[in-house]
T-cell receptor
Framework: GQNIDQPTEMTATEGAIVQINCTYQTSGFNGLFWYQQHAGEAPTFLSYNVLDGLEEKGRFSSFLSRSKGYSYLLLKELQMKDSASYLCAVRDWDGGGSYIPTFGRGTSLIVHP | ETGVTQSPTHLIKTRGQQVTLRCSSQSGHNTVSWYQQALGQGPQFIFQYYREEENGRGNFPPRFSGLQFPNYSSELNVNALELDDSALYLC???????????FGEGSRLTVL
C-alpha cells in the first residue's frame, strides 16, 4: 500500500524560495507527480519524476530519491499567485495489472508580500 | 484539443438518493479515473477505467460504481447517498494507465 506524508501548511515571502517535502512508502513505485490546486479549482500538473534526480521546469523543480522514498518540490522567485495547495501523488503498481495513483493531503502554501 | 469536462458542476441531494456524475475525457485519452476530495484533503482514488473496463479500485464500497463508454467518456454512480459523501468529485483522463493525469473542474456534491 501507500503512505504519503507532506506538511500541512507552509508560509513564505514573495520573491523567496520554498521547498515542499514529500515522503512515501509503496510496494511497486511507478512514478511521482506534483500538482498545484488553487482553492475551488481542479489540480493542474506541475512535474513528474520516475528516475532519481532533479527535474527542472522554469521556476519549479522536483527531486526524487527512490531509495529514500523522498521527493521535494522547489519553487523559486515566489509570486503571490503561487499561493495554493501542492499535492504529492505516487503511482503504485497494484500487482494485478493496474497503476493506482495515491495523493497526499496536500501542502497549503501561503505567499505573503 | 478539448480538455476534461464534468457535469453537473454543483448538485444537492438528500440521504438515500442516487446520483450520476459525468465526465468527458480529453481528446485521445482512453483512461479515466475518479477521485473524491473532501475539504482540506487530497483526492482519494475511487476507481479507474481503461478501454471500458474497470482497471483498479480504491477503498470505496460497492455503492460507488462506474461505466466507461466507447468514446471513453465515463460516469460515476453513487447509490444510497450518505452525508459523508458530500465532497468534490474529480475526474481525470490520461493516455493509458501510466500517463499524466488531466483533471476536470469537478462536481461538487452536497448531501443533506
Amino acid at each position: 500500500g501507500q503512505n504519503i506524508d507532506q506538511p500541512t501548511e507552509m508560509t513564505a515571502t514573495e520573491g523567496a524560495i520554498v521547498q515542499i517535502n514529500c515522503t512515501y512508502q509503496t510496494s511497486g513505485f511507478n512514478g511521482l507527480f506534483w500538482y498545484q490546486q488553487h482553492a475551488g479549482e481542479a489540480p493542474t500538473f506541475l512535474s513528474y519524476n520516475v528516475l532519481d534526480g532533479l527535474e527542472e521546469k522554469g521556476r519549479f523543480s522536483s527531486f526524487l530519491s527512490r531509495s529514500k522514498g523522498y521527493s521535494y518540490l522547489l519553487l523559486k522567485e515566489l509570486q503571490m499567485k503561487d499561493s495554493a495547495s501542492y499535492l504529492c501523488a505516487v503511482r503504485d503498481w497494484d500487482g494485478g495489472g493496474s497503476y493506482i495513483p495515491t495523493f497526499g493531503r496536500g501542502t497549503s502554501l501561503i505567499v505573503h508580500p | 484539443e478539448t480538455g476534461v469536462t464534468q457535469s453537473p458542476t454543483h448538485l444537492i441531494k438528500t440521504r438515500g438518493q442516487q446520483v450520476t456524475l459525468r465526465c468527458s475525457s480529453q481528446s485521445g485519452h482512453n483512461t479515466v479515473s475518479w477521485y473524491q476530495q473532501a475539504l482540506g484533503q487530497g483526492p482519494q482514488f475511487i476507481f479507474q477505467y481503461y478501454r471500458e473496463e474497470e482497471n483498479g479500485r480504491g477503498n470505496f464500497p460497492p455503492r460507488f460504481s462506474g461505466l466507461q463508454f466507447p468514446n471513453y467518456s465515463s460516469e460515476l454512480n453513487v447509490n444510497a447517498l450518505e452525508l459523508d459523501d458530500s465532497a468534490l468529485y474529480l475526474c481525470a483522463s490520461s493516455l493509458g494507465t501510466a500517463g499524466e493525469l488531466f483533471f476536470g473542474e469537478g462536481s461538487r456534491l452536497t448531501v443533506l
